[in-house]
DNA sequence: GCCATATAGTCAACCAGCTTGACCATCTCA
DNA sequence: TGAGATGGTCAAGCTGGTTGACTATATGGC
């Protein structure tokens, strides 16, 4: 693959990337969630199933424990979150998802479905779920870099 | 599609578009260019073909004029391109690559195909140019959020 | 058991990149 | 030709991140 051609692709991958974000942001806002930026919906992504420490949230995010703690604090104050004693280490505190925090989440599930909805009916179901594939095949899990 | 499966879809895309932009940054200062930021190489992908003016780059971007303008100081100051006047606009300057924004550019695309090569040998070449085109079909020029 | 060292978290000060608001020069068009 | 729109800059302020210093708790060799 050429050099222009593998710039076409990594140019066409950050615009839907983009775009994406954006309408992930939006939905999410319109479902009346508000006041939240990208890196709060990565963060949610990393509490989700379990909760986790400031520190594993700094590392999934790519930051320092002090910017991470410092989201942290956000989301609490805003009621997505809480911090609770860590059951096995009296140093850390779990951070884990309220109620309104779970919402949120969901709501950002039914934004996403939303924003990939118009790429079925572009390139039909069946390569919509190529494209998945194959993304998750490049990216099994990668730790994700705040863009929303 | 579930909203679980956009949801995976999303995330996928997010974390390959965060590991593309890393990749690329890494590899445009490996080759020599240091100091630049993701937004530079938007900003650059903006200004290759003729050069542009701040507004439109502000535009392109996403930010206000002002952000923008800075932002030409900066790779004006660092040899990456330079104003000129404009020649159908008194009030307006044109921003134009220097031969080192070219290079610049040209190593950028180098350290596309770099970060692109490995997704060949996961999916086959076939594969990686079906993905290409959906994306493209996507968002054919969409303005491109800075992420790099 | 005990101490040296590593780790979780916070506080404080600072910095970079962006925003808003005000402003001047030039263009456009009724 | 004059009123309003547009391109660009200057200045001040905000926000989200950084580095550095510190406390409290955990861990592992002795």
């Known amino acids: 693959m050429q050099n222009s051609e ?13 775009e994406l974000t954006q309408h992930i942001h939006d939905g999410v806002e319109a479902r009346g969630f508000e006041g939240l930026r990208p890196a709060h919906g990565f963060a949610f992504a ?4 379990d909760g986790g420490t400031v520190t594993e949230l700094a590392a999934h995010l790519g930051v320092t424990k002090q910017a ?3 989201l942290v604090d956000e989301i609490v104050r805003k009621g997505y979150a809480e ?3 860590h059951p096995d280490d009296a140093r850390a505190r779990l ?7 779970w919402a949120c989440t969901r709501a950002a599930e039914e934004a996403a ?3 990939v909805r118009p790429w079925a009916d572009l390139l039909g179901e069946r390569e919509v779920r190529a494209l998945r594939d194959g993304l998750l095949r490049i990216a099994p899990y990668g730790p994700i870099k705040p863009i929303w």
């Open 113 to 115: 479905a939303e924003a």
């Open 68 to 70: 991470a703690s410092q």
């Open 83 to 85: 911090r609770r004693p």
């Open 6 to 18: 593998a710039m076409a692709l990594s140019a066409a991958l950050l615009a839907v990337a983009g």
């Open 46 to 49: 990393r509490l989700a199933p």
């Open 95 to 101: 951070v884990v998802l309220t109620e309104r925090g």
